[in-house]
């Protein structure tokens, strides 16, 4: 999935690489919706053709209200939902643990280690599944 592109009106913050990007604590609602929505969406998508292609037992993936359910049978649950009032997306990880991750420059990212959404999805569900996953 390229990178959003974010309103023209958001703030900027200058990072520490001089480059400017958007942060998410700056996004008006509607732009978090905007951005955060169609990210879930697609990866919705994305998911759940993988899941039925890779016939995963016990496999499925459900997306409602702002939450995406990604079931591994016995490998595991990812959970992917929105967080409105922190202008966030949250991961809970069957591998890893929890993120919260923060929109900066085009990308979910988490702001401790600066890892991005859909490559750690990507490498951890692949690898559960024994299968190369694409969300990009």
Request: a negative charge.
């Amino acid at each position: 999935m390229p990178a959003l592109r974010a309103p023209h009106h958001l703030k900027f913050k200058r990072g520490f690489s001089e480059d400017l990007r958007v942060v998410s604590s700056s996004l008006t609602e509607n732009d978090y919706h905007h951005v955060a929505d169609a990210t879930m969406e697609v990866m919705a998508e994305k998911l759940e053709a993988y899941v039925e292609e890779s016939d995963v037992d016990g496999g499925d993936v459900e997306y409602s209200q702002g939450v995406l359910t990604v079931k591994l049978g016995p490998k595991g649950t990812f959970v992917v939902n929105k967080q409105t009032p922190n202008r966030q997306i949250w991961l809970s990880s069957p591998v890893s643990g929890p993120f919260r991750f923060d929109y900066e420059g085009g990308r979910w990212r988490y702001s401790r280690d600066h890892r991005d959404l859909l490559l750690l999805l990507q490498e951890e569900i692949g690898g559960l599944v024994g299968r190369p996953l694409q969300l990009e």
